[in-house]
Protein backbone atom coordinates (compact mmCIF):
# COMPACT_ATOMS: atom_id res chain seq x y z
CA UNK A 1 0.00 0.00 0.00
CA UNK A 2 2.86 2.44 0.74
CA UNK A 3 4.46 1.85 -2.71
CA UNK A 4 1.46 2.59 -4.70
CA UNK A 5 0.56 5.95 -2.65
CA UNK A 6 4.28 6.62 -3.37
CA UNK A 7 3.94 6.07 -7.28
CA UNK A 8 0.66 7.75 -7.31
CA UNK A 9 1.74 10.54 -6.07
CA UNK A 10 4.90 10.37 -7.76
CA UNK A 11 2.54 10.23 -11.34
CA UNK A 12 0.25 13.28 -9.83
CA UNK A 13 3.41 15.12 -9.35
CA UNK A 14 4.43 14.63 -12.98
CA UNK A 15 1.61 14.94 -14.52
CA UNK A 16 0.66 18.26 -16.53
CA UNK A 17 -0.17 20.98 -14.93
CA UNK A 18 -2.65 23.61 -15.83
CA UNK A 19 -0.73 26.13 -18.46
CA UNK A 20 1.97 23.86 -19.08
CA UNK A 21 3.27 23.34 -22.42
CA UNK A 22 4.00 20.22 -23.74
CA UNK A 23 7.42 21.06 -24.72
CA UNK A 24 7.35 21.98 -21.55
CA UNK A 25 6.32 18.67 -19.68
CA UNK A 26 8.52 17.12 -21.70
CA UNK A 27 11.50 18.77 -21.38
CA UNK A 28 10.84 19.27 -17.36
CA UNK A 29 8.90 16.45 -16.26
CA UNK A 30 10.59 13.02 -18.51
CA UNK A 31 14.01 14.85 -18.68
CA UNK A 32 14.33 15.49 -22.41
CA UNK A 33 16.66 18.37 -23.71
CA UNK A 34 14.65 19.46 -26.42
CA UNK A 35 14.50 22.56 -28.18
CA UNK A 36 10.88 24.07 -28.61
CA UNK A 37 11.98 26.17 -31.16
CA UNK A 38 13.24 24.15 -33.50
CA UNK A 39 11.35 23.59 -36.47
CA UNK A 40 10.05 19.84 -36.95
CA UNK A 41 9.52 20.01 -32.81
CA UNK A 42 7.44 22.76 -33.47
CA UNK A 43 5.27 20.96 -36.02
CA UNK A 44 4.88 17.80 -34.53
CA UNK A 45 4.03 19.63 -30.99
CA UNK A 46 1.51 22.30 -32.93
CA UNK A 47 2.98 24.33 -30.66
CA UNK A 48 2.66 27.95 -33.00
CA UNK A 49 0.58 30.57 -33.75
CA UNK A 50 -1.61 30.51 -37.13
CA UNK A 51 -0.34 32.26 -40.25
CA UNK A 52 3.50 31.71 -39.24
CA UNK A 53 5.25 29.61 -41.31
CA UNK A 54 6.87 26.22 -40.90
CA UNK A 55 9.95 25.03 -42.07
CA UNK A 56 9.09 21.22 -41.69
CA UNK A 57 12.48 19.93 -42.96
CA UNK A 58 14.36 23.02 -41.73
CA UNK A 59 16.20 23.39 -45.43
CA UNK A 60 13.53 25.89 -46.78
CA UNK A 61 12.26 22.84 -49.29
CA UNK A 62 8.95 22.25 -47.59
CA UNK A 63 6.84 24.72 -45.51
CA UNK A 64 3.92 24.81 -44.00
CA UNK A 65 1.46 27.38 -42.63
CA UNK A 66 -2.18 26.86 -40.85
CA UNK A 67 -4.57 29.46 -41.88
CA UNK A 68 -7.49 27.91 -40.32
CA UNK A 69 -7.17 25.53 -37.04
CA UNK A 70 -9.04 22.12 -37.20
CA UNK A 71 -9.82 19.95 -33.93
CA UNK A 72 -6.78 19.14 -31.73
CA UNK A 73 -5.20 15.82 -31.52
CA UNK A 74 -6.78 14.18 -34.96
CA UNK A 75 -3.45 14.01 -37.16
CA UNK A 76 -3.73 11.27 -39.56
CA UNK A 77 -1.05 8.09 -39.09
CA UNK A 78 0.44 6.20 -41.54
CA UNK A 79 -2.07 4.54 -43.78
CA UNK A 80 -5.08 6.13 -42.58
CA UNK A 81 -7.51 7.09 -45.57
CA UNK A 82 -7.51 10.90 -46.10
CA UNK A 83 -10.29 13.25 -47.65
CA UNK A 84 -8.50 15.75 -48.98
CA UNK A 85 -9.57 19.22 -51.19
CA UNK A 86 -6.41 20.61 -53.00
CA UNK A 87 -5.52 23.43 -54.91
CA UNK A 88 -2.17 23.81 -56.34
CA UNK A 89 -0.98 26.86 -58.03
CA UNK A 90 2.49 28.58 -59.34
CA UNK A 91 4.20 31.19 -58.05
CA UNK A 92 2.40 33.51 -60.84
CA UNK A 93 -0.97 32.72 -59.18
CA UNK A 94 -1.40 30.01 -62.13
CA UNK A 95 -3.86 27.27 -60.85
CA UNK A 96 -2.28 23.49 -62.21
CA UNK A 97 -4.04 21.18 -59.42
CA UNK A 98 -7.60 20.96 -58.25
CA UNK A 99 -9.66 18.15 -56.28
CA UNK A 100 -12.81 18.62 -54.22
CA UNK A 101 -12.57 15.52 -52.80
CA UNK A 102 -9.49 13.80 -53.20
CA UNK A 103 -8.95 10.01 -51.08
CA UNK A 104 -5.19 9.10 -49.94
CA UNK A 105 -4.03 6.34 -48.34
CA UNK A 106 -1.23 8.65 -46.17
CA UNK A 107 2.57 6.95 -46.47
CA UNK A 108 1.93 5.04 -49.84
CA UNK A 109 3.52 8.21 -51.75
CA UNK A 110 -0.16 8.46 -53.75
CA UNK A 111 0.64 12.04 -53.95
CA UNK A 112 4.05 13.87 -54.36
CA UNK A 113 6.29 13.34 -51.17
CA UNK A 114 6.22 16.98 -49.48
CA UNK A 115 2.17 16.68 -49.51
CA UNK A 116 2.61 13.23 -47.78
CA UNK A 117 4.73 14.45 -45.34
CA UNK A 118 2.68 17.92 -44.84
CA UNK A 119 -0.71 16.28 -44.59
CA UNK A 120 0.34 14.21 -41.51
CA UNK A 121 0.99 17.66 -39.37
CA UNK A 122 -2.43 19.08 -39.98
CA UNK A 123 -5.44 17.80 -37.89
CA UNK A 124 -8.80 17.00 -39.14
CA UNK A 125 -10.78 20.21 -41.02
CA UNK A 126 -7.44 22.39 -40.92
CA UNK A 127 -6.83 24.24 -43.72
CA UNK A 128 -3.20 24.88 -44.80
CA UNK A 129 -0.83 26.66 -47.08
CA UNK A 130 1.86 24.06 -48.33
CA UNK A 131 4.79 25.28 -49.86
CA UNK A 132 6.42 22.39 -51.86
CA UNK A 133 10.17 22.99 -53.77
CA UNK A 134 10.85 21.12 -56.97
CA UNK A 135 12.51 18.43 -54.98
CA UNK A 136 9.57 17.27 -52.91
CA UNK A 137 7.02 17.75 -55.88
CA UNK A 138 7.44 17.57 -59.87
CA UNK A 139 11.62 17.77 -59.85
CA UNK A 140 12.89 18.44 -62.99
CA UNK A 141 10.64 16.36 -65.04
CA UNK A 142 7.41 18.61 -64.06
CA UNK A 143 3.76 17.17 -64.73
CA UNK A 144 2.12 17.54 -68.28
CA UNK A 145 0.24 19.28 -69.35
CA UNK A 146 1.44 22.40 -66.96
CA UNK A 147 3.36 22.25 -64.78
CA UNK A 148 6.70 22.91 -66.12
CA UNK A 149 9.99 21.88 -64.76
CA UNK A 150 11.58 22.76 -61.53
CA UNK A 151 8.33 24.38 -61.16
CA UNK A 152 8.09 25.70 -56.66
CA UNK A 153 4.24 24.96 -56.03
CA UNK A 154 1.75 26.34 -53.26
CA UNK A 155 -0.35 24.16 -52.23
CA UNK A 156 -4.03 25.28 -50.40
CA UNK A 157 -5.01 22.06 -48.63
CA UNK A 158 -7.96 21.02 -46.29
CA UNK A 159 -7.90 17.52 -44.15
CA UNK A 160 -11.68 16.98 -44.55
CA UNK A 161 -11.60 13.72 -42.98
CA UNK A 162 -9.33 10.52 -41.64
CA UNK A 163 -10.10 7.17 -41.53
CA UNK A 164 -8.75 4.01 -40.53
CA UNK A 165 -7.71 1.71 -43.06
CA UNK A 166 -10.06 -1.47 -43.47
CA UNK A 167 -8.12 -4.60 -42.91
CA UNK A 168 -7.31 -6.61 -46.09
CA UNK A 169 -9.36 -10.01 -44.69
CA UNK A 170 -12.71 -8.28 -44.76
CA UNK A 171 -12.17 -7.22 -48.26
CA UNK A 172 -13.62 -8.46 -51.06
CA UNK A 173 -11.44 -10.22 -53.64
CA UNK A 174 -12.39 -7.44 -56.15
CA UNK A 175 -11.95 -4.61 -53.75
CA UNK A 176 -8.50 -6.11 -53.02
CA UNK A 177 -8.04 -5.98 -56.60
CA UNK A 178 -8.55 -2.57 -56.86
CA UNK A 179 -6.91 -1.18 -54.44
CA UNK A 180 -3.68 -3.40 -55.60
CA UNK A 181 -4.07 -2.13 -58.96
CA UNK A 182 -3.86 1.45 -57.94
CA UNK A 183 -1.35 0.91 -55.78
CA UNK A 184 0.57 -0.60 -58.89
CA UNK A 185 -0.29 1.85 -61.18
CA UNK A 186 1.06 4.89 -58.46
CA UNK A 187 4.49 2.23 -59.04
CA UNK A 188 4.24 2.91 -61.95
CA UNK A 189 4.21 6.52 -62.75
CA UNK A 190 7.44 6.82 -60.22
CA UNK A 191 9.06 4.18 -61.92
CA UNK A 192 8.83 6.05 -65.38
CA UNK A 193 9.95 9.24 -63.26
CA UNK A 194 12.82 7.71 -62.67
CA UNK A 195 12.08 7.05 -58.84
CA UNK A 196 12.87 3.25 -58.02
CA UNK A 197 12.81 3.11 -54.48
CA UNK A 198 9.33 4.93 -54.25
CA UNK A 199 8.08 2.52 -56.94
CA UNK A 200 9.09 -0.29 -54.73
CA UNK A 201 7.48 0.94 -52.25
CA UNK A 202 4.32 1.09 -53.99
CA UNK A 203 4.61 -2.09 -55.15
CA UNK A 204 5.30 -4.01 -52.10
CA UNK A 205 1.66 -2.06 -50.77
CA UNK A 206 0.07 -3.75 -53.98
CA UNK A 207 1.38 -7.10 -52.98
CA UNK A 208 -0.36 -6.88 -49.81
CA UNK A 209 -3.77 -6.95 -51.28
CA UNK A 210 -3.06 -8.64 -54.43
CA UNK A 211 -3.12 -11.97 -51.97
CA UNK A 212 -5.91 -14.27 -51.43
CA UNK A 213 -5.96 -14.38 -47.61
CA UNK A 214 -4.78 -17.77 -45.81
CA UNK A 215 -6.26 -17.01 -42.07
CA UNK A 216 -9.70 -16.12 -43.13
CA UNK A 217 -11.94 -15.35 -40.16
CA UNK A 218 -15.38 -16.32 -40.18
CA UNK A 219 -16.57 -13.43 -42.04
CA UNK A 220 -13.62 -14.03 -44.04
CA UNK A 221 -15.18 -17.46 -44.95
CA UNK A 222 -18.05 -16.30 -46.23
CA UNK A 223 -17.05 -13.62 -48.37
CA UNK A 224 -14.27 -16.24 -49.83
CA UNK A 225 -17.32 -18.50 -50.54
CA UNK A 226 -18.50 -15.85 -53.03
CA UNK A 227 -15.01 -16.08 -54.75
CA UNK A 228 -15.19 -17.76 -58.23
CA UNK A 229 -12.32 -19.56 -59.51
CA UNK A 230 -11.99 -16.76 -62.35
CA UNK A 231 -12.10 -13.56 -59.91
CA UNK A 232 -8.86 -15.39 -58.25
CA UNK A 233 -7.33 -16.41 -61.11
CA UNK A 234 -7.28 -12.59 -61.92
CA UNK A 235 -6.11 -11.20 -58.87
CA UNK A 236 -3.15 -13.65 -59.28
CA UNK A 237 -2.72 -12.87 -62.76
CA UNK A 238 -2.58 -9.03 -61.32
CA UNK A 239 0.08 -10.08 -58.38
CA UNK A 240 2.35 -11.76 -61.31
CA UNK A 241 2.63 -8.21 -63.23
CA UNK A 242 3.40 -6.38 -59.51
CA UNK A 243 6.17 -9.22 -59.32
CA UNK A 244 7.13 -8.45 -62.72
CA UNK A 245 7.81 -4.46 -62.09
CA UNK A 246 8.83 -4.69 -58.84
CA UNK A 247 11.62 -6.62 -60.17
CA UNK A 248 12.51 -3.93 -62.88
CA UNK A 249 12.41 -1.31 -60.51
CA UNK A 250 14.94 -3.43 -57.85
CA UNK A 251 16.64 -3.94 -60.89
CA UNK A 252 17.00 -0.29 -61.18
CA UNK A 253 18.46 0.31 -57.87
CA UNK A 254 20.90 -3.10 -58.46
CA UNK A 255 19.05 -5.10 -55.82
CA UNK A 256 19.91 -8.54 -58.44
CA UNK A 257 19.30 -10.90 -55.14
CA UNK A 258 16.10 -9.17 -53.91
CA UNK A 259 14.91 -9.12 -58.04
CA UNK A 260 15.73 -12.15 -59.25
CA UNK A 261 13.70 -13.20 -55.89
CA UNK A 262 10.95 -11.59 -57.67
CA UNK A 263 11.20 -13.18 -60.69
CA UNK A 264 11.54 -16.08 -59.05
CA UNK A 265 8.23 -15.55 -57.72
CA UNK A 266 6.45 -14.93 -61.05
CA UNK A 267 7.98 -18.03 -63.39
CA UNK A 268 6.61 -20.27 -59.75
CA UNK A 269 3.22 -19.27 -61.12
CA UNK A 270 3.99 -18.66 -65.02
CA UNK A 271 7.16 -21.09 -65.94
CA UNK A 272 6.23 -19.22 -69.71
CA UNK A 273 6.04 -15.59 -68.45
CA UNK A 274 8.53 -14.06 -71.22
CA UNK A 275 8.82 -10.91 -69.22
CA UNK A 276 10.26 -13.22 -66.22
CA UNK A 277 12.88 -15.21 -68.05
CA UNK A 278 13.93 -11.92 -69.99
CA UNK A 279 14.62 -9.77 -66.31
CA UNK A 280 15.71 -13.43 -65.13
CA UNK A 281 19.00 -13.48 -67.49
CA UNK A 282 19.45 -9.94 -67.49
CA UNK A 283 20.15 -10.15 -64.08
CA UNK A 284 22.36 -13.25 -63.84
CA UNK A 285 23.91 -11.23 -66.36
CA UNK A 286 24.61 -8.29 -64.55
CA UNK A 287 25.64 -10.98 -61.69
CA UNK A 288 28.22 -12.34 -63.99
CA UNK A 289 26.79 -15.65 -64.44
CA UNK A 290 27.09 -15.22 -68.46
CA UNK A 291 26.43 -19.24 -69.35
CA UNK A 292 23.30 -19.55 -67.42
CA UNK A 293 21.98 -16.45 -68.38
CA UNK A 294 22.49 -16.83 -72.40
CA UNK A 295 19.73 -20.31 -71.05
CA UNK A 296 17.31 -18.25 -69.67
CA UNK A 297 17.06 -16.01 -72.42
CA UNK A 298 17.23 -19.06 -75.22
CA UNK A 299 13.63 -20.07 -73.32
CA UNK A 300 12.40 -16.06 -73.65
CA UNK A 301 13.64 -16.57 -77.59
CA UNK A 302 11.74 -19.90 -78.02
CA UNK A 303 8.86 -17.97 -77.28
CA UNK A 304 8.91 -14.80 -78.67
CA UNK A 305 11.56 -15.05 -81.00
CA UNK A 306 11.16 -11.51 -82.70
CA UNK A 307 11.37 -9.86 -80.05
CA UNK A 308 14.83 -7.69 -80.80
CA UNK A 309 14.92 -7.28 -76.88
CA UNK A 310 15.68 -10.82 -76.17
CA UNK A 311 17.72 -11.20 -79.34
CA UNK A 312 19.93 -8.23 -78.89
CA UNK A 313 20.73 -9.46 -75.15
CA UNK A 314 21.49 -13.05 -76.96
CA UNK A 315 24.28 -11.37 -78.68
CA UNK A 316 25.76 -9.57 -76.25
CA UNK A 317 25.67 -12.58 -73.82
CA UNK A 318 27.14 -15.04 -77.29
CA UNK A 319 30.28 -12.82 -77.50
CA UNK A 320 30.62 -12.79 -73.79
CA UNK A 321 30.50 -16.58 -73.75
CA UNK A 322 33.09 -16.95 -75.72
CA UNK A 323 35.37 -14.55 -74.08
CA UNK A 324 35.04 -16.53 -71.01
CA UNK A 325 35.13 -19.79 -73.22
CA UNK A 326 39.15 -18.24 -74.34
CA UNK A 327 39.99 -17.11 -71.34
CA UNK A 328 39.55 -20.60 -69.60
CA UNK A 329 41.22 -22.00 -72.69
CA UNK A 330 43.70 -19.79 -71.97
CA UNK A 331 44.53 -20.48 -68.21
CA UNK A 332 44.30 -24.21 -68.97
CA UNK A 333 47.03 -23.91 -71.75
CA UNK A 334 49.11 -21.74 -68.91
CA UNK A 335 48.33 -24.30 -66.01
CA UNK A 336 49.73 -27.39 -69.18
CA UNK A 337 52.69 -25.27 -69.89
CA UNK A 338 53.25 -24.90 -66.47
CA UNK A 339 53.36 -28.51 -65.45
CA UNK A 340 55.65 -29.21 -68.93
CA UNK A 341 57.85 -26.52 -67.47
CA UNK A 342 58.22 -28.72 -64.38
CA UNK A 343 58.90 -31.80 -65.93
CA UNK A 344 61.22 -30.58 -68.20
CA UNK A 345 63.19 -28.99 -65.24
CA UNK A 346 63.00 -32.41 -63.32
CA UNK A 347 64.50 -33.74 -66.21
CA UNK A 348 67.21 -31.44 -66.79
CA UNK A 349 68.10 -31.94 -62.90
CA UNK A 350 67.72 -35.87 -63.18
CA UNK A 351 70.00 -35.44 -66.11
CA UNK A 352 72.68 -33.19 -64.88
CA UNK A 353 72.80 -35.37 -61.84
CA UNK A 354 73.53 -38.32 -64.31
CA UNK A 355 76.23 -36.62 -65.57
CA UNK A 356 78.01 -35.58 -62.75
CA UNK A 357 77.61 -39.51 -61.48
CA UNK A 358 79.32 -40.61 -63.99
CA UNK A 359 81.74 -37.42 -64.42
CA UNK A 360 82.84 -38.89 -60.49
CA UNK A 361 82.76 -42.47 -60.83
CA UNK A 362 84.74 -41.88 -64.10
CA UNK A 363 87.48 -40.28 -62.21
CA UNK A 364 87.35 -42.33 -59.23
CA UNK A 365 88.69 -44.92 -62.15
CA UNK A 366 91.11 -42.55 -63.11
CA UNK A 367 92.43 -41.71 -59.79
CA UNK A 368 92.27 -46.21 -59.19
CA UNK A 369 94.05 -46.40 -62.14
CA UNK A 370 97.17 -44.16 -61.51
CA UNK A 371 97.83 -45.21 -58.39
CA UNK A 372 98.02 -49.34 -59.75
CA UNK A 373 100.29 -48.26 -62.55
CA UNK A 374 102.86 -46.26 -59.96
CA UNK A 375 102.88 -49.12 -57.74
CA UNK A 376 103.40 -51.44 -60.77
CA UNK A 377 105.77 -48.86 -62.02
CA UNK A 378 108.03 -48.49 -58.96
CA UNK A 379 108.16 -52.53 -57.96
CA UNK A 380 109.44 -52.62 -61.72
CA UNK A 381 111.98 -49.70 -61.12
CA UNK A 382 113.57 -51.01 -57.91
Excluded at 10 to 16: A, L
Excluded at 27 to 47: H, R, S, Y
Excluded at 256 to 283: H, M, T, W
Aim: proline share 4%; charged share 30%; glycine share 4%.
Amino acid sequence: MIIETFENNKMEDESIQPGTSQADFIKEGLNFDINPNEPMTKAVLNEHPPEEWIDILGNGQLKKKVIKSGKNGTRPNRSDICTLKIIGKLKDGTTVEEYEDLKIQLGDVEVIQGLDLAIALMDVNEVAEIEIDPRFAYGSLGKEPNIPPNATILYTVELKSSELEEETETLHVNQRKEIGNKKRERGNWWFTRNEPTLAIQCYRRALEFLLPTESRTSYQNEVEDTTTDAELQALLEDRMKVYNNLAAAQMKTQAYDAALKSVESVLSCQPQNVKALFRKGKILHYKGEHALAYQTLLQAAKLEPETKAIQSELAILKEKNAKDAQHEKNLYRKMLGAHKNDNNSQKNTKEQKSKNSSKLTWSLIGGATAAILSVFLYRFVS
